[in-house]
């Protein structure tokens, strides 16, 4: 008999379960798998060669051939989706490129959907900041504030051409009002009704997005305040889901991720759609500087990062790290 077993302090033990890497593994409450991966990726006109990113080592801005080798990559590696950015060559005040059905973005979808047929989910970005010259996710008034329905009207165009390239879903990360449901009548209007829908429907005007602006060289001054959700608000951030929910959108998503876990939670608990979460440019950042100087183990730094976001409740986690977690996951 254990010295303090008494039926006051019976010898319950939570710890046995933890004694061997079998017991825990038994007993994992959570599990990421590749399948729930999304990894972003950066293709930019003009590029011959990948060109390494040096605010997050290991990520490239790749040429359209690469991009295409890396969805292979992708592929074996089990992952379950992409999600391409475009860099264009040249930029204006209302984004052209994004709706030239041979612009960067639209190029960079139909050569990944050939590659890799139904076989990975193809994601687009559905904004206009990586096209536009002032770096804004829309068009300006003569005030050089953003004009909501006026950029509304670019979304659909831009999700009609993505739409024909060949895109599963749209990554529509623009935070317009209304972006979901005036997207979602026009495909349904020009015959896209089998295109879906990632709505951002959380996405707070972050400092975490740093290392992203710098990977599609963006022309932004200043910042995404008036777009944007505050940091501070959970409350807002439900209405923006529901209001996402209400106008069609597939599948919602919380960016951040980690600092935003709170969120990720109750959009969780809310929501009739699978929730995606995105652990961002400067949440991967992060890991790998750290672990740069010595300071953190990076593999299992990032497979806790990524366990933490699911737990929280997201089924889908884009990640930088996709690759590299599917390496060490299988
Ligand atoms: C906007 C967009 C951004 C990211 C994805 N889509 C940047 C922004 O809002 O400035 C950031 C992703 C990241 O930081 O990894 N199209």
Known sequence: MPRNASPEFPTIRPRRLRRTAALRRLTAETRVHPADLVLPLFVKEGLTEPKPIASMPGVWQHSVDSARKLAVEALRAGIGGLMPFGIPAARDAIGSAATDPDGILNVTTRAIRDEIHDDLVLIPDLCLDEFTDHGHC?????????????????YAEMGERLAEAGADLLGASGMMDGQIGYVRAALDQTGHTDTGLLAYAAKYSSAFYGPFRDAVESQLQGDRRTYQQNPPNAVEALHEID???AEGADIVMVKPALPYLDIVAAAAERSPVPVAAYHISGEYAQLVAAAEKGWIDKDAAVLESLTSIKRAGAGVIATYAALDAARLLG
């Open 243 to 245: 209001l996402d929910v």
């Open 138 to 154: 829309g068009v300006l008034k003569d005030d050089g504030t953003v004009d909501n329905d006026a950029t509304l009207e670019r």
